[in-house]
């Protein structure tokens, strides 16, 4: 319908067009279902790109590159800890603890704010905002995405019925602002935690356009939470449900454990290094099941020239991470849940063999800021 799509299915084309040509292919799309009617338009991960998208993102990885990535395992740790506590007591409740556990790490490292064991206010609003925006996201699921005319439609009219989908944007803001709003009490008296909020506001400079900041600091922790809570979910949800079809990889892993870390005590971080077949395992998890198979779309923002075929600009790049995942050309037997394909004989890592970490947080400019952290917490 006057569209234009372009899947990215290789990692060769990936690394090309999203790395090598980042400047001209790392825009987003106008989504009105989700900008404007869902009230998404302050999200950075929607932004065009540009000095504004930049500024966030450059605020954003102040806290979360690599480097500062293992001051937050004490509480990832902790956090695991009670996971397993709740699992030995309500094991039925599986999904639900991997919720307060991806929601507990989160709002402790972004706000500094413990949530409660059960009926969080703060997690049920983020749960509903989010309940729209993984369908709404998905390309060609609303008209109105196509036809952004339809945006002024009226609600009783036939075909707008989206607009009552629309409906999410009040807790869209609330989870946004409500656990800010607690940090910036917090602050004025004196009691809040050491957190990424708290860390900003006092490091602002107050000659600068204060307002301005307080903004993009607010956009950036909201992010954390929306970006951080489902995807987490979804792969511990894949690592469960991988544990249960191949019992013979979780007797590799638990034998593992035992010769490395014996009966008295539970894995920390500083074991990692130690544990070649748990790492493997965790990128056999992100490359089985990815949890977003198709990304999030990119835009061309100007006319280009990729081996012969003519790219116009606005078209709709897709970075295709299902199918670059489960390339035979780079994982044999790709349908099979297979951690050992990431180590050698002698069980070292298999650096050879395509890294998923390369597809599965994304492409190019546009690859999760927060990565490291996800990757420490699965």
């Not at 779309?297 to 012969?308: C, E, L, Q, R, S």
Request: proline share 7%; hydrophobic share 40%.
């Amino acid at each position: 319908m006057g569209h234009r799509l372009l899947f990215v299915n290789s990692t060769q084309v990936a690394d090309d067009l999203f790395e090598k040509r980042a400047v001209n292919y790392s825009d987003r799309n106008e989504l009105p279902m989700v900008n404007d009617l869902m009230g998404w338009n302050w999200s950075f991960g929607h932004m065009s790109y540009g000095e504004r998208w930049k500024k966030h993102r450059k605020m954003f990885e102040r806290l979360f590159r690599p480097a500062v990535a293992p001051t937050y395992w004490p509480l990832q740790g902790k956090e695991a800890h009670a996971l397993l506590r709740n699992l030995l007591d309500l094991p039925r409740e599986l999904i639900e603890h991997l919720r307060h556990n991806a929601a507990a790490v989160i709002m402790k490292m972004i706000y500094g704010i413990e949530i409660a064991p059960k009926d969080d206010r703060y997690v049920e609003i983020a749960e509903q905002a989010l309940d729209g925006v993984v369908t709404a996201a998905t390309p060609g699921a609303f008209f109105v995405d196509i036809f952004p005319w339809l945006k002024y439609l009226p609600e009783w009219m036939p075909g707008a019925g989206f607009k009552k989908k629309a409906t999410w944007k009040e807790s869209v803001f609330e989870m946004r602002d409500a656990p800010f709003e607690a940090v910036q009490k917090a602050l004025a008296a004196g009691t809040a935690a050491p957190c990424f909020v708290s860390h900003l506001v006092n490091d602002l400079n107050t000659e600068g356009n204060v307002g301005d900041e307080i903004e993009t600091i607010k956009r950036c922790a909201g992010l954390a939470y929306a970006a951080g809570a489902e995807s987490t979910v979804s792969s511990l949800s894949s690592f469960f449900l991988a544990m249960v079809l191949h019992p013979n990889v979780q007797a590799r892993a638990q034998a593992e454990l035992d010769s490395v870390i014996g009966p008295g005590r539970l894995p920390d971080y500083n074991d990692r290094p130690l544990l070649p077949y748990i790492n493997a395992i965790v990128k056999e998890v992100l490359r089985w099941n990815p949890v977003a198979p198709l990304g999030l779309p990119h835009m061309v923002t100007k006319d280009d020239i990729y081996n012969g075929y003519f790219i116009p600009a606005g078209t709709t790049i897709i970075g295709n991470t299902w199918t670059i995942l489960h390339d035979e050309r780079n994982y044999s037997r790709p349908m099979d849940f297979v951690p050992e394909r990431f180590l050698n004989s002698d069980n070292t890592e298999n650096e050879e063999i395509l890294d998923p970490a390369t597809a599965a947080f994304g492409y190019g400019c546009r690859i999760c800021p927060s990565r490291f952290m996800a990757d420490a917490t699965i």
